[in-house]
């Protein structure tokens, strides 16, 4: 049962955040994109790097106190000490979708607080979708069109759900499928497999258009810590092989993640 009908100043705050980078990205891309290999080989583009500025500029001014780690600054070698709370940004997850074109890419913001993610904004802006959820306050979703003050936007409550007798809807990475992925499908009664890009995996769960999402590849904290914040929100589970939960803040990894199981309710 969801807490709240509307999201908290906080869960506002970051979308308002999320949708001044989603508009600059938006205008990017619009023209033509040329992409940059960044060291660990993974594209970088203009807008990656324009949403950043925006999004940092706007947590400095939120949270000054709260350390932020974000992907890019994080591939330029800028990653600082974190202890229990801290922010951690994608600004642009899915740049292989961006530059594909086919809209599913997202901007991520997320809150840790002792490993959890308590707080997160995932933004389709292609698509017009925002999603954002809070521990202790619910899951929601609202669709962009002209509307510009978030706490205006027509928010409506997302629960997870519990996959059918038929068997889950599965989604699954549109770039990144594995072997592994491929046998652990086998093993289930799957009634249907939907790919998608980006953090949107996590949230097609929660609002319980699918049913789980399992990812052996590598990802990176920033990838997966705001759709975890949703689907967590919305009643979802994000687990890693043992069983244990999804957690964050793992210097000693790189802040990469294990492989991990999502579930709805």
């Known amino acids: 049962m969801q807490s709240k009908t509307a999201p908290s100043p906080r869960l506002l705050a970051l979308a308002d955040l999320a949708l001044a980078a989603g508009r600059e990205i938006m205008t990017i891309y619009a023209s033509p994109v040329i992409a940059r290999q960044k060291n660990d080989l993974t594209p970088v583009t203009e807008a990656d790097e324009a949403a950043e500025k ?3 500029s706007g947590l400095k001014l939120l949270d000054p ?10 591939a330029a070698g800028v990653i600082p000490e974190v202890a229990g709370r801290f922010y951690l940004v994608d600004p642009l997850d899915g740049t292989k979708e961006f530059l594909s074109r086919n809209g599913e890419f997202t901007v991520n913001i997320a809150l840790i607080d002792k490993a959890m993610p308590v707080a997160g904004i995932v933004l389709a802006p292609a698509l017009g979708r925002i999603f954002c959820g809070e521990t202790g306050s619910g ?17 409506q409550v ?9 068997g889950p809807i599965v989604v699954a990475s549109r770039s990144h499928r594995d072997e592994r992925t491929e046998a ?12 998608a890009g980006s953090s949107l995996k996590f949230c097609l769960l929660a609002s319980g258009e699918a049913d789980l999402y399992p990812r052996f590849g590598r990802t990176m904290e920033w990838d997966t810590a705001a759709g975890h914040a949703v689907l967590s929100a919305a009643g979802g589970h994000v687990e890693v092989e043992t069983g244990e939960p999804l957690t964050y803040g793992k ?3 790189g802040y990469d993640n ?8």
Do not use: M
């Open 251 to 253: 210097a000693g990894r």
């Open 65 to 74: 106190a709260i350390p932020v780690i974000s992907e890019e600054a994080a």
């Open 258 to 265: 294990p492989a991990f199981i999502a579930r709805g309710a």
């Open 158 to 166: 997302l629960e997870a759900r519990k996959a059918s007798a038929a």
């Open 184 to 195: 652990y499908l086998k093993c289930l009664k799957v009634q249907k497999i939907v790919s």
């Open 139 to 155: 899951a929601f979703e609202a669709r962009i069109e002209a509307e510009t003050d978030v706490a205006a936007l027509g928010w």
């Open 54 to 56: 925006i999004i940092l």
